[in-house]
């Protein structure tokens, strides 16, 4: 661990008084040990036994850290009203074994190459929006 570090062996659920913020991308906060720095420059060793969430707040070294997930460029599926456009949408992601959030009003998925030239393609309506997703990174799946 570099000199100085805090070393973050803690998440909980968000509440309470902070030390401060530590802005991660979803790639990095979908891994157990990882490093970051907070606001003020403070750098963190992370530890954990399971990955960190958006408003978990870090603890370690008598500090404690909210997590904010920074946004990224996602496409967004309207949730569909047509049984026949969910029943497309349904085979078309599991036959790709792509990682999804579903919300109330939309599916969620991360942004890659290829996706939206694919859906196009198959006639499945999206947009291109920056949130927070809260899926597991998209890798590439063989049988």
């Known amino acids: 661990m570099t000199e100085g570090a805090i070393l973050i062996e803690e998440a909980v659920e ?8 530590v802005r991660v991308d979803r790639l990095r906060l979908w891994k157990r040990r990882w490093r970051g720095t907070a606001e ?6 992370v530890a954990l036994v399971e990955p960190a969430k958006d408003g978990q707040v870090l603890c370690g070294g008598g500090k404690r850290f909210r997590v904010e997930q920074i946004e990224e460029e996602v496409v967004v599926i309207g949730m569909p009203k047509q049984a026949s456009m969910a029943a497309k949408i349904g085979w078309y992601f599991g036959n790709r074994h792509l990682p999804i959030e579903v919300r109330e009003d939309a599916i969620l ?3 890659f190459p290829t996706l939206t030239a694919s859906l ?3 006639g499945i309506p999206y ?12 890798s590439e799946h063989t049988h």
């Not at 509440?15 to 913020?21: P, S």
């Not at 947009?127 to 998209?138: A, D, G, M, Q, S």
């Open 40 to 45: 003020d420059g403070l750098e963190i060793a």
């Open 14 to 21: 968000g509440g309470g008084e902070v030390d401060g913020v």
């Open 120 to 122: 196009e393609r198959i």
């Open 109 to 111: 998925l991360e942004n």
């Open 127 to 138: 947009e291109i929006r920056c949130e927070v997703l809260n899926c597991r990174p998209h």
